[in-house]
């Protein structure tokens, strides 16, 4: 089980936010983690330098 890293307590709540989905503890309201929804709009940040 996940465990929140701020004040230890085990209940998560996600939560949407435009393109993200965030998972945030309900004891403090710290953010767990983000996952962005449609990770295929990340491309456009790809450097095409770094693909040689």
């Known amino acids: ?3 929140c890293k701020n004040c230890g307590g085990n209940s998560f ?3 949407p936010e435009f ?3 965030l ?9 767990a983690s983000i996952r962005f ?3 295929s709009r990340l491309k456009k940040y ?7």
Do not use: A, R, W, Y
């Not at 998972?23 to 953010?31: D, H, M, P, R, Y």
């Not at 790809?46 to 040689?52: A, E, F, M, T």
């Open 1 to 3: 089980m996940q465990k």
């Open 13 to 15: 709540v996600k939560v």
């Open 19 to 21: 393109e993200k989905e």
């Open 23 to 31: 998972t945030v503890c309900l004891g403090c309201g710290e953010v």
């Open 37 to 39: 929804v449609n990770p």
């Open 46 to 52: 790809i450097d095409p330098s770094n693909l040689k």
